[in-house]
C-alpha cells in the first residue's frame, strides 16, 4: 500500500537554521530517498506560485496564490510504499517534522 507524506510549514520556517541543522535534515532526505519504501518526492515551490482551479456554473475560474490563507502551507510531498500504517510513519525521518513542520501521512487510494 502506498502512502502520502505531506509536509507543511510556515514559509521559510528552516531560514534560521544553523547550516550544520540545516545540513543534517537535507541528509535525513536523503537517506529517505535511498530507502526501498521511497517512491517519488518532491519540494514544492511557494505557494505564491500556486493557481487554483475551479469550475462552477460549467466556467473555469482561475485565481492566483494558495487556495486557503493559512500559516501553514504544502510544500513537498514524500510517496513511500508501506505495509501498514505504523511502516509509513517515516515522517519521524523527516527532518522537517523536528524542526518545526507538521507531516500528514495519508493512504493513497487507487480507482
Known sequence: ???ALMIYAEPGYDEALPDAERA???ADFLALAADDRYVVGAQLQGAGTATCVRVAG?????????FADTKEVLG???????????????AAR?????????????PVSRP
Open 1 to 3: 500500500m502506498q502512502f
Open 24 to 26: 543534517a535534515a537535507r
Open 58 to 66: 460549467g466556467r473555469t475560474l482561475m485565481t492566483d496564490g494558495p
Open 76 to 90: 513537498g510531498f514524500v510517496l513511500v510504499e508501506a505495509g501498514n500504517l505504523d511502516e509509513a510513519i517515516l
Open 94 to 106: 523527516i527532518a522537517s517534522a523536528r524542526i518545526g513542520a507538521v507531516v500528514e501521512v495519508r
